[in-house]
């Protein structure tokens, strides 16, 4: 039975704009992601190990730790940054763009057709995303870092999550899931190990937040991935993916309820839209 796997993941991955959030106002974007890659990385090592995959990883390892700033290292940068001014609810809904710019990048990079329904979806999920920037509380603004710019930070995490699919299938496509997400924390954490020297922050950071991290990272993001793969092997990738347009309804809901954020109706039909 593959529906409770598939309701989990996508709690899990829309309680992560909470816990990021959490992280971002103590340790900053960079921080925050990079601890958030670290302790996944950490917590998938073992794993992999254990299945006997370390000599396909150490085989991959270029093209695994190149793909992990796509992957991981922009995007929850991107993320935590944006997270700081816009709510989890918006942040969520934009996140659901990731499949529009992966059919967009895999047409032009990989030749995949686009048939006349699917580029008419494309088109309103843009008009959803353009719909949505419009009607953010307070308007977007570029001053003094106004919500314009968290915009824009989701939509390039987004982009980069569409550049990584093709370049997975491009590259990636022999290599084991768990290698391939594996190595490509591993990249994440190595690649922002001297960003994060320069943007520590100054005081130490309360225990809650730690926590918030240490929780995106073990649980939003190795359980997470573990059930992915789980997916990804019972229902297939395309239907597994689609799991990316269930995480907004858990995280608006999370960010009702936990942090008061309001959902407003202009947010639900332009996410709609885009759906």
């Keep these: 039975m593959w529906l409770p796997d598939f309701v989990l993941l996508a709690l899990l991955w829309g309680s992560s704009f909470l816990f990021m959030r959490e992280g971002a106002h103590a340790f900053g974007p ?29 085989a991959s390892w270029r093209r695994t730790f190149s793909s992990g700033l796509l992957n991981s290292g922009i995007p929850f940068i991107c993320y935590a940054y944006a997270l ?37 979806g494309l088109l ?20 003094d870092g106004g919500s314009g710019f968290a915009v824009l930070a989701c939509l390039l995490a987004t982009l980069c999550y569409g550049i990584a699919g093709s370049y997975t299938k491009k590259y990636l496509s022999h290599v084991p899931s768990m290698v391939t997400t594996t190595g490509s924390l591993c990249g994440a954490s190595l690649s922002l190990c001297i960003p994060v020297l320069f943007a520590w922050p100054a005081e130490t950071p309360p225990l809650r937040a730690w926590i918030a991290l240490g ?28 799991v990316t347009y269930l995480i907004p309804v858990f995280a608006n809901l999370v960010g009702v309820f936990v942090l008061d954020e309001v959902v407003t109706p202009w947010m639900l039909i332009c996410g709609l839209i885009e759906e």
């Design 30 to 58: 960079i921080a925050t992601a990079w601890i958030r890659v670290t302790v996944a990385a950490l917590v998938l090592l073992p794993i992999l190990v254990f299945r006997g995959q370390t000599a396909a990883l150490v």
């Design 84 to 120: 700081m001014s816009i709510s989890t609810g918006l942040s969520s809904i934009l996140n659901s763009t990731t499949p529009l710019f992966g059919a967009l990048i895999a047409w032009y990079w990989l030749g995949d057709k686009l048939n006349p329904s699917r580029a008419l």
């Design 124 to 143: 309103l999920g843009l008009i959803g995303v353009v719909c949505l920037a419009s009607g953010v509380p307070g308007g977007v603004s570029f001053h």
């Design 215 to 242: 929780v995106a990272g073990v649980v939003c993001t190795a359980l997470a991935y573990v059930l992915f793969f789980r997916l990804m092997i019972r229902i297939g990738p395309a239907r597994a993916m689609t």
